[in-house]
């Protein structure tokens, strides 16, 4: 039979083809049969991807930001994974498999909300699991969309301590209602950043988003 993948304007991302995303979904997700939307229109600056289970639909919803994607390659942010991409094709496929674990996540601890959908940054292992997830398959996923840098060495970075940086911080945050200052020092210190002055603009733009830390 094969999943139901339908897309929501798939000309607005243009980095991979229709085509693509589907073998990526056919290759990484590896429950049954079922159904997916791919969102590509999303316009966000920092969220490159996201992934939502519909329970009444039995439907999984990827959504795809060219726009942020662009912004994080070649910015030298990473990219699904724990560094930066490559290409910028091969960053939206990162991004891609990224939110696939997120799916395969769904269907192996749907009812362990702790694990996937609690609201406390720290109590959600789904991200770096997510993140390690991409890691361990850039060679299959070179061979489906850059087979030219399969000859190439890709070592993972940290990100670079910039504004942009900044900014990739902030948006592993966004959507929830309060971190910790923990979270924040955690995550700056996994991507190099651990500083007070860029805890201190992680701080603030969070605050300024109406998240509250405590």
Sequence with gaps: MGHTITFHNPG?????STDEITDLIN??????????RVVCDDNSRTRRGAHLYMHP????????????MSIGFHSGLRMGGN????SLRMGAAMVVAHELQHANQAGQH??????????????????????SFVDSHMRELMTMVAPELLQVHIPVTAMCADQD??????????????????????????????TVKNFEMVRDQ???LGIRIR
Excluded at 12 to 16: C, E, K, S, T, V
Excluded at 27 to 36: A, P, Q
Excluded at 57 to 68: G, K
Excluded at 177 to 191: K, Q
């Design 12 to 16: 607005a991302f243009q980095i991979l």
């Design 110 to 131: 749907l009812a362990n909300e702790r694990f996937y959908t609690h609201r406390d940054y720290n109590t959600r292992p789904c991200e770096r699991e997510a993140r």
């Design 57 to 68: 639909e039995r439907m999984h919803q990827i959504t795809l930001s060219a726009h942020a």
């Design 165 to 194: 940086g900044i900014g990739e911080v902030v948006g592993l945050f966004e959507g929830l209602s309060e971190v910790t200052v923990t979270d924040i020092r955690t995550e700056l210190r996994l991507s190099g950043m651990n």
């Design 27 to 36: 290759f990484f997700y590896r429950w049954k049969d079922t159904k997916f």
């Design 206 to 208: 969070l605050v300024g």
């Design 83 to 86: 560094g930066p991409a490559p």
